[in-house]
């Protein structure tokens, strides 16, 4: 299984790391570039530095305990998600349903791709 994430669409939620039974994702720090570029991303999806502006306008002012776009993660969210562990994922399809971003990507060995949809 091949995960990624489309980095400028995250925001940071951590709903994936939190809900992944098998410890797919880590969050890591904005500022470090070479870091949150650690997993399967094509070159459209990596991380540049800068994040989707029309998701900045849809969540930067949401309050709900989120540490949306912040650099570093402090344990419950902040900084950005990175696929690290792509190769254990079971596709039990938690994340998903979870990701505020809709920017998760899996593609399962036949090559049919699976796509977040915020429910
Ligand atoms: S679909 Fe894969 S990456 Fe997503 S939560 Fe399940 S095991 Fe983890
Ligand atoms: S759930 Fe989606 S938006 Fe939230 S941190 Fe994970 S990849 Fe980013």
């Known amino acids: 299984m091949k995960v990624y994430v489309d980095k400028p669409l995250c925001t940071g939620c ?25 997993d399967t991303a094509p070159e459209n999806a990596q991380w540049k530095g800068t994040t989707d502006q029309a998701i900045l306008d849809k969540w930067s002012k949401v309050e709900d305990g989120h540490h949306h776009f912040a650099d570093a993660n402090d344990g419950t969210s902040g ?21 505020e971003g809709e920017c998760i990507h899996i593609i399962d060995d036949s090559g049919t791709e699976y796509k977040s949809i915020y429910a």
Do not use: T
Not at 14 to 38: G, T
């Open 14 to 38: 951590q709903h994936c790391k939190d809900v992944c039974p098998v410890a797919v994702f880590e969050l890591k720090d904005r500022k470090n570039i070479d870091e949150a570029n650690k």
């Open 79 to 99: 900084g950005i998600s990175v696929a690290v562990n792509g190769d254990a994922c079971i596709l039990c399809q938690a994340c998903l349903i979870q990701c």
